[in-house]
């Protein structure tokens, strides 16, 4: 379970997307697009400023929807990641 410090939505459309800082200084991210829900976090805490698109882990995806889904509301995401990510020390 990772725990969440911070959050910004940085996509409201076709992919939505949120990312925010981990409690432990490393960077999250959770995108839905084409169906998929993937949550990544940044292995490397050092890069605070730019999400690393070079080799962020991905810790979960999963299918949600059909291959042409794209946007979700914060709510159902929350719902749908509430097993890999806490957002309960995070001020919405």
Known sequence: MFFAKTIEQD???CPSSW???LTDG???RVRYRFGELRFTVDSDA???SVFSKECP???ESID???SLDGM???EEMQNLVSEWIDFSK???
Do not use: Q, Y
Request: charged share 25%.
């Open 26 to 28: 490393r960077r999250w």
């Open 57 to 59: 882990e991905v810790f």
């Open 19 to 21: 990312s925010g800082l």
């Open 64 to 66: 949600h929807g059909d």
């Open 72 to 74: 979700i509301s914060f």
């Open 90 to 92: 995070t001020a919405l």
């Open 11 to 13: 996509c409201i459309a």
């Open 46 to 48: 050092d890069k605070l």
